[in-house]
């Protein structure tokens, strides 16, 4: 007596079952390598956007050593005026009410879609980009 009846099936139900779990022992790590590299791109971005924030505050912290800056500042913030000299304030308009925002047409509705796109999205990460 054999234990298989028909040793091709058995042997084609093996391999599809190892493909299927190297495949899903692969997906992962290949969606977390490329959210890593999202966040880097995203970090070294965001690195790029403190290191001119922190230039631009170094130079204020520079300026601010001078008497000219001190005086700049107390005129334009406090509102000081040296002896003899007339100060004048100037007020913004009052704001108008904001118009309501339009309705939402078909055309601008966002795209539907398939189960299979969103499966196609998950394999190549393109969820991820959102």
């Given at each position: 007596m054999t234990l298989f009846r028909r040793p091709g099936a058995a042997v084609t139900t093996l391999l599809f079952i190892v493909l299927g779990a190297a495949f899903?022992?692969?997906?992962?790590?290949?969606?977390?390598?490329l959210d890593s590299q999202r966040e880097l791109s995203a970090t070294r971005a965001e690195l790029a956007t403190l290191?001119?924030?922190?230039?631009?505050?170094?130079?204020?912290?520079?300026?601010?050593?001078?008497?000219?800056?001190i005086e700049k500042l107390a005129r334009e913030k406090l509102g000081y005026v040296r002896p003899g000299e007339t100060a004048f304030v100037v007020l913004d308009p009052p704001e108008e009410e904001a118009a309501p925002a339009p309705p939402v047409t078909p055309d601008e509705l966002p795209e539907r879609r398939t189960w299979v796109d969103n499966v196609w999205d998950f394999l190549t990460g393109a969820d991820l980009e959102s």
């Open positions: 899903l022992t692969q997906v992962v790590p290949y969606r977390q390598i290191e001119e924030e922190n230039a631009r505050l170094q130079a204020d912290v520079t300026a601010l050593g001078t008497d000219t800056e």
